[in-house]
């Protein structure tokens, strides 16, 4: 098992930046792919952001590229997602997601193994 807590979000104004966290525990955390997802209000879950294990790997959604920025700590068992240039349609729950696949694949993936309970991120115009 792998758990996971999100911390970070809060109300932002458009422009600004916000740093999610997310501390795993459990099970070896190197040997997890990471990722982020978020859910805006009546809007179903979106992939974010991915990371591989050694950090080496990252993917974005296009709506983020150049903006966010995935990292992990895998000393700390860590992942973050520095946001930049944020955005009124950046406002969603987002979560942190583990899963032993490739970062390639869990940027198509609808499923993963194991999900954080999400962090609201709030930005208004």
């Known amino acids: 098992q792998v758990q996971l807590v999100e911390s970070g979000g809060g109300l932002v104004q458009a422009g600004g930046s916000l740093r999610l966290s997310c501390a795993a525990s459990g099970r070896t955390f190197s040997s997890y792919t990471m990722g982020w997802f978020r859910q805006a209000p009546g809007r179903g879950r979106e992939f974010v952001a991915a990371?591989?294990?050694?950090?080496?790997?990252?993917y974005y959604a296009d709506s983020v590229k150049g903006r966010f920025t995935i990292s992990r700590d895998n000393a700390k068992m860590t992942v973050y997602l520095q946001m930049n240039s944020l955005k009124p349609e950046d406002t969603a729950v987002y979560y942190c997601a583990a899963d032993p696949r490739s970062a390639l694949i869990i940027s198509r993936a609808r499923s993963m193994d194991y999900w954080g309970k999400g962090t609201l991120v709030t930005v208004s115009s």
């Open positions: 990371i591989g294990w050694s950090g080496g790997t990252t």
